[in-house]
C-alpha cells in the first residue's frame, strides 16, 4: 500500500497553509510538510518526494497583480539553484500520476499556471481565468455546492452535495470563449457548482453564487481528474463544531472528505 506524502506550499501571501495541512492528516496522510517556495528554490525540498501537492488559500502577493498572476509566473520560470526548472518538476510530478489540490488562491494558481482544465490534455496553455465578483467585494459567507458525479475527479468521488465557507474577492470563472465554456460542461470538468439551496440546482443568483461564476462553476477539475481547484475552502470545515448552525444540530459532510477521497486515491 502507498504512503501518501503531502506538501502544502506556502510564502507570499498564503495563509490557509496550518489549516490546509491539518485536514490533510485528519484525512489519513501519513506525511504531512508545509514549504516555503524558497524551500524548493534552495533543494531543501523536493517534489519528487511527495505525492500529494497542495496550493492553499491565501493573499498572494496580495493578488495586486490579479489572483495569483505573480505566483504561475514564478512556478512556470524560476530554477532551482542546481538549475532545475520548476515546470519541469511539476510536469514530471503529473506523469507519475501523483495529485494536486488548489484551494482559493490556489485555484487562482492552478488556473493561470495552465493546469486546469487543460482541456484536450493540454496543459500549461492557460484557458481560463478568475477575476473580480460580481458584487465587487470581498465575499465571507457559506455555500451550497452540487458535486458532478459524471466528473472524473478523484477528489470528489462518492459525495453529492457539500456546504463550504468561501472567502475571495476575485473567485468569478471567466473562459477565455465561449466554446471552452461548452467544452468544460460536454467533458464534465466542473467538478463543483454553485446551487440554490431552495431546489439544488447551480445557480447565477447571489449571495447563493457569490461571484457570479458562469453555470454556478465553483471548481474546476482536468481530464485526468487528478488535479481539482475550487474556491471554497474544505480544510476550513474539518469538524462538526466548525459548521454556522452545529449549536442547532446543524451538520453537513466535512470538507476533509475531499482531502480523505485523495489519500484513498493514492493508497490504490
Known sequence: MAKVKVLVITGFGT???????????????????ICFFSDLIQ?????????????????????????????????K??????GTSLRQELENFLKENKIILGICNGFQLLTKLGLLPALENNYFERQVSLSYNDSARFEDRWVWLKVNTSSPCIFTKNLDYLYLPVRHGEGKVIPFSSQILTQLEENNLIALQYISPQNKQPTLEYPYNPNGSPLGIAGLTDPSGRILGLMPHPEAYNHPTNHPKWTR???????TLIFANGVEYLRQ
Not at 495563509?15 to 510538510?33: I, L, P, T
Not at 520560470?77 to 542546481?82: C, L, P, Q, V
Not at 444540530?249 to 470538507?255: A, D, I, M, Q, Y
Open 15 to 33: 495563509n490557509c497553509e496550518r489549516e490546509s495541512a491539518y485536514a490533510a492528516r485528519q484525512a489519513g496522510a501519513d506525511k504531512v510538510d
Open 43 to 75: 533543494e531543501k525540498v523536493f517534489l519528487k518526494d511527495y505525492n500529494f501537492l497542495v496550493f492553499p488559500g491565501g493573499f498572494l502577493d496580495g493578488d495586486d497583480l490579479g489572483g495569483a498572476q505573480a505566483a504561475a509566473i514564478r512556478w
Open 77 to 82: 520560470y524560476a530554477k532551482t539553484i542546481s
Open 249 to 255: 444540530g446543524v451538520t453537513s459532510p466535512l470538507g
